[in-house]
């Protein structure tokens, strides 16, 4: 994979990572699993330019990357959308275009959301560690977030056939979470409050957690449970409520193990939704199955 | 064994105690194809199954199983794993206190143990040393070190561990070693994985 570079980074904005589908299955070792945090957005960018969905790509963060090419290629942008601009000339969101050495590349700010998603034809390549491209910021493997004069270096072209546009779809602002497995050291009042209380999407938010700011989930104190949670496993899309009560929902960085209690997980289909946030959205949190009778303890026989 | 869901995905089998934690979790690691679990990961008295495709169904076929105790007790293949260890730490004297001990004896007893790697987490390759005696349990540093150099040997609640990098951290430090926790250029890159024996043996002092 190695030679020439293909792109050179002139500005990587607020924040700009490679991501794929990360590296799950390490979590026994204190390994995130990592990747791309809007998942659907980053397998689109990569169906765009007839990539694998999972090729290595670049997550932005709300202000975009401008780059220069050096050896022409394919790319495309999905996921926030934004102003693409080749050379000063406006290029459309969600298709795959050409451009030639010297081009200067300007994925500009999002203008809805968060996170856009650039992917190239043959994917970055990039050293994998255990199996993965992705940065991960808590643990730091992978490659470091992209800074300027970075080169990128790209794989040999699929041949996959790609398909043609997108076009932005609109996100909701709901949550939606199935209970457990520690929503009973919570009080009803809180449990009522995941039924529909609003929450403000916190500054501190980033790709290892969701911070919510809103009315407290508050732990009962009458359940003969320990006073503190024994170091737990931790899954994407746990809401895990520390003592201040403010919700904090795990992204694909998050640590493996935690010692709050969490009170529910978002369902899968949710986590564009995180992904998306930007700081001082308001979201709104929902069960999945409002009449489940036990929250976190489904019987068996 | 008893699991409760953890969303679309996920079962939590919960233990009554790290011996059991250890046990289940060389079970369940043993027959993760068998359940279709991608992720087995212990912890402090639970273990996940992730990536499940029927987190139903393994709920109920686990209602059926029986930790038999010598699961518990079948060894380690991988025989035990020494950490040459300087006893050099600045908070040797406060676990001493801690322990109402000298820092000689804090040292001899913390050699003296063989331990078992109960759960990895913090960072990548940071294994949770279980096995000290009940009763010498250690509390974390009321103010955290905000850098605790790579490889520093150290104690908090009943666990012992060892640093793999540089990081911030509120363990008490009771010495250091040069031995790699986490090479990332070898395919197996944790020297520590859940269910390691470990051995801590002192090195001169230089």
């Known amino acids: 994979m190695k030679g020439a570079a293909h792109v050179v980074v002139l500005d990587p904005g607020a924040l700009t990572t490679i991501q794929d589908l990360?590296?799950?299955?390490?979590?026994?070792?204190?390994?995130?699993?990592?990747?791309?945090?809007?998942?659907?957005?980053?397998?689109?960018?990569?169906?765009?330019?007839?990539?694998?969905?999972?090729?290595?790509?670049?997550?932005?963060?709300?202000?975009?990357?401008r780059f220069e090419v050096r050896r022409g290629c394919r790319f495309a942008v999905s996921g926030a959308p934004c102003s693409v601009r080749i050379d000063g000339r406006d290029h459309a969101w969600g298709s795959a275009v050409s451009v030639g050495p010297g081009?200067?590349?300007?994925?500009?700010?999002?203008?809805?959301?968060?996170?856009?998603?650039?992917?190239?034809?043959?994917?970055?390549?990039?050293?994998?560690?255990?199996?993965?491209?992705?940065?991960?910021?808590?643990?730091?493997?992978?490659?470091?977030p992209l800074a300027a004069g970075d080169e990128l270096t790209l794989g040999p072209s699929y041949a996959e056939p790609p398909m043609a546009t997108a076009i932005p779809t609109s996100l909701g602002r709901v949550l939606h979470l199935d209970p457990g497995p520690r929503a009973d050291w919570f009080t009803e009042e809180s449990l009522a409050r995941v039924g529909g209380e609003t929450y403000e999407v916190g500054a501190a938010s980033n790709r290892i957690g969701l911070r919510l700011s809103g009315p407290a989930l508050e732990r009962r104190r009458d359940n003969?449970?320990?006073?503190?949670?024994?170091?737990?496993?931790?899954?994407?899309?746990?809401?895990?409520?520390?003592?201040?009560?403010?919700?904090?929902?795990?992204?694909?960085?998050?640590?493996t193990t935690g010692g709050y209690p969490v009170i529910g997980v978002v369902r899968g289909a949710d986590l564009p939704v995180c992904a998306q946030a930007r700081p001082g959205d308001r979201i709104t949190l929902r069960w999945a199955e409002p009449a489940r009778a036990e929250p976190g303890r489904p019987r068996g026989s | 064994m008893e699991a409760r869901r953890v969303g679309e995905h996920?079962?939590?089998?919960?233990?009554?105690?790290?011996?059991?934690?250890?046990?289940?979790?060389?079970?369940?690691?043993?027959?993760?194809?068998?359940?279709?679990?991608?992720?087995?990961?212990?912890?402090?008295?639970?273990?996940?199954?992730?990536?499940?495709?029927?987190?139903?169904?393994?709920?109920?076929s686990l209602s059926t199983w029986v930790l038999d105790q010598s699961d518990a007790e079948a060894p380690e293949p991988g025989g035990v794993v020494e950490i040459p260890t300087r006893y050099d730490g600045p908070d040797l004297d406060e676990v001493a206190r801690q322990w109402g001990t000298s820092a000689a004896e804090v040292v001899r007893i913390h050699q003296s143990v063989e331990y078992t790697v109960a759960f990895c987490g913090f960072a990548p390759g940071f294994a949770y040393c279980t096995g000290l005696p009940a009763g010498l349990e250690v509390s974390r540093r009321a103010d955290p070190r905000r850098a605790v150099p790579a490889g520093s040997v150290a104690l908090a609640g009943e666990f012992t561990s060892i640093y793999p990098s540089a990081s911030p951290g509120g363990w008490q430090l009771i010495g250091t070693t040069e031995v790699e926790l986490w090479r990332e250029d070898l395919d197996e890159p944790a020297l520590l994985v859940p269910g390691s024996l470990v051995r801590f043996v002192a090195t001169e002092m230089r």
């Open chain 1, 22 to 65: 990360g590296r799950p299955g390490h979590a026994h070792l204190g390994v995130p699993r990592s990747g791309a945090l809007d998942v659907p957005a980053l397998r689109l960018a990569n169906r765009l330019v007839g990539n694998p969905e999972g090729a290595p790509a670049l997550e932005t963060t709300l202000t975009g990357i």
């Open chain 1, 103 to 144: 081009a200067v590349v300007q994925v500009g700010a999002a203008a809805a959301g968060l996170r856009s998603y650039v992917a190239f034809a043959g994917g970055i390549a990039v050293e994998q560690v255990l199996g993965s491209s992705s940065t991960d910021l808590l643990s730091g493997l992978g490659p470091a």
């Open chain 1, 224 to 255: 003969g449970l320990p006073a503190e949670l024994p170091t737990e496993p931790m899954v994407l899309g746990a809401v895990q409520v520390p003592p201040n009560g403010q919700p904090v929902v795990f992204l694909a960085d998050h640590p």
């Open chain 2, 10 to 60: 996920a079962v939590l089998v919960e233990c009554v105690d790290l011996a059991e934690v250890v046990a289940s979790y060389a079970l369940l690691r043993a027959r993760a194809a068998q359940l279709g679990a991608v992720e087995v990961v212990p912890a402090a008295r639970t273990v996940l199954l992730d990536g499940l495709t029927d987190p139903v169904g393994v709920v109920e």
